[in-house]
C-alpha cells in the first residue's frame, strides 16, 4: 500500500516558510543582526527551508525620529510571527524629558508580548578562556529568569521623595508556576549537569528572608511533583553566586525571580568567557523574541569590531523554538567548530581579533552538510 507521498498517495504538503521579524536595533545592533542574517541564510538552504523576513524599526534612534520606541501595532505583529530576532538597543544620549533613558524595550516587548521566560544557556566553548579555572564541557547550564514580574514590575511605579524611594518585588503564583513549569520541561530535553549527567533544576531565592521568595519556593515544590524524573534543589541566592563560580559544572537548569536572574546570569556569562558568549531567548506561550544579553555599544558602531556571538546564538534559540531544532543544532555546532579550529580569535575584551566579518565568515564556512 502506498503511503503518503508515495505514488497512489496525497503529495505531502510543504511546510510553511519561517515568519520571522528583524528589529535592528542600535548602535552595534544592526551588524550583528546582518551577520546573524548571513548565518540564518546559510544554515536555511542546508537544512532546506524557506523563510521571510519583515523589518521593524524600534528602539532608541526611531525614539529619536518618531518619538515612539515601538511603531503604532509592532506588538501584533510581533506576536504574530513565528519568532523576532532582536538586536541591542539602546543609545546613551536619547533620554526622556525626566532624565531617563528613552528608546529601551525591555519592558515593552516582555509585558506587551507575556514572554515570561528569559531563558540564557550558559556554556564555556573551546578556545574561550572564562574568569575561572574551568575548561571548556565544564560549564553547561541554563538559566531561566522570570521575566514579567519580580521587583522590576516596579519600573517607573515605584514611590519616591527627595528623602527616600521604594519598590515592591511582587511574585504570583501563576507568574512563578508558569515559569517554573517551563524550567522542568527544558530539563526533560537536556543531557543533565556536565559533572554527574543528572537533569536536575535549582530553585534560587532569599526565601529564608523573604515572603515573596517564599511563595517562589513553595510553588516550585508543587510544580517539582509534576516532574518525579527531574531532581531538584534548592539554593539561596548568595550561595548561588559562591557555587556558579566555585562548582558550576554541577548545574543543570537554574530558575528564579526576574532580579535575581539579571545579576546571576551576567555572573555566569563571567564564567563562559563575557555577555558577546551568551545567547538569550524571551519566550511565552504565543511569541518569542531571542537578542543578545549585551548593550548595543555605541562608542564603537559602525567600526567592524563587535563580536556577533551572542547575536548568532541567540538565532540558534529561536530556530529551537520555531522548531528548527536540527537548524538551532547546526548554528550550535558551527560556532564550537569554528572556535576549537581557531578560525576565529577574540582579543582580551571579547572582540574579535580580526573583526565583525571574520567570525560570520568562519561560522558560516563551519556549517557544512551532515
Known amino acids: 500500500m502506498s503511503g503518503p507521498g508515495e505514488a497512489g498517495g496525497p503529495p505531502e504538503a510543504a511546510p510553511s516558510p519561517l515568519d520571522l521579524v528583524v528589529i535592528p536595533g542600535d548602535g552595534i545592533g544592526p551588524e550583528l543582526v546582518d551577520s546573524a542574517l548571513q548565518v540564518l541564510a546559510r544554515v536555511a538552504a542546508l537544512d532546506g527551508f524557506e523563510y521571510r523576513l519583515t523589518t521593524v524599526d524600534a528602539g532608541a534612534t526611531a525614539y529619536r525620529r518618531t518619538g515612539r520606541a515601538l511603531p503604532d501595532?509592532?506588538?501584533?505583529?510581533?506576536r504574530a510571527a513565528d519568532g523576532v530576532l532582536k538586536g541591542p538597543v539602546g543609545l546613551p544620549d536619547v533620554r526622556h524629558p525626566d532624565g531617563t533613558e528613552a528608546g529601551l524595550l525591555g519592558g515593552l516587548l516582555r509585558t506587551g508580548l507575556d514572554t515570561f521566560a528569559n531563558v540564557r544557556p550558559m556554556r564555556l566553548l573551546p578556545g574561550v578562556t572564562g574568569a575561572t579555572r574551568h575548561g571548556p564541557g565544564e560549564i553547561d547550564y541554563v538559566v531561566v529568569r522570570e521575566n514579567t514580574e519580580g521587583l522590576y514590575l516596579s519600573r517607573g511605579a515605584g514611590a519616591a521623595t527627595p528623602h527616600a524611594a521604594s519598590d515592591q518585588l511582587m511574585v504570583t503564583r501563576v507568574g512563578t508556576e508558569r515559569v517554573v513549569r517551563y524550567a522542568f520541561e527544558l530539563a526533560r530535553g537536556r543531557m543533565g549537569a556536565a559533572a554527574d549527567g543528572a537533569r536536575r533544576v535549582t530553585c534560587v531565592d532569599k526565601s529564608n528572608v523573604l515572603r515573596s521568595y517564599a511563595l517562589f519556593r513553595r510553588v516550585f515544590d508543587e510544580v517539582a511533583r509534576d516532574y518525579p524524573d527531574i531532581g531538584t534543589e534548592h539554593l539561596y541566592a548568595d550561595a548561588a553566586a559562591h557555587e556558579l563560580v566555585a562548582r558550576p559544572q554541577t548545574f543543570d537548569v537554574l530558575v528564579m525571580e526576574n532580579f535575581l536572574g539579571d545579576i546571576l546570569s551576567d555572573l555566569g556569562a563571567a564564567t563562559v568567557g563575557g555577555l558577546g558568549m551568551c545567547g538569550s531567548l524571551n519566550a511565552g506561550t504565543d511569541a518569542a523574541y531571542a537578542e543578545p544579553v549585551h548593550g548595543s555599544a555605541p562608542d564603537i558602531a559602525g567600526r567592524g569590531l563587535?563580536?556577533?556571538?551572542?547575536?548568532?546564538?541567540?538565532?540558534?534559540?529561536?530556530?529551537?523554538?520555531?522548531?528548527?531544532?536540527?537548524?538551532?543544532?547546526?548554528?550550535?555546532?558551527?560556532?564550537?567548530?569554528?572556535?576549537?579550529?581557531?578560525?576565529?580569535?577574540?582579543?582580551?575584551?571579547?572582540?574579535?581579533?580580526?573583526?565583525?566579518?571574520?567570525?560570520?565568515?568562519?561560522?558560516?564556512?563551519?556549517l557544512r552538510p551532515g
Not at 501595532?73 to 510581533?78: D, I, Q, V
Open 306 to 366: 563587535a563580536n556577533p556571538v551572542s547575536q548568532i546564538l541567540s538565532l540558534a534559540l529561536l530556530l529551537d523554538h520555531a522548531g528548527r531544532t536540527s537548524a538551532g543544532d547546526r548554528v550550535r555546532g558551527a560556532v564550537e567548530s569554528a572556535l576549537s579550529r581557531g578560525d576565529f580569535e577574540l582579543g582580551e575584551r571579547g572582540q574579535p581579533v580580526r573583526g565583525t566579518q571574520s567570525v560570520t565568515a568562519a561560522v558560516c564556512e563551519n
Open 73 to 78: 501595532g509592532a506588538l501584533e505583529r510581533l
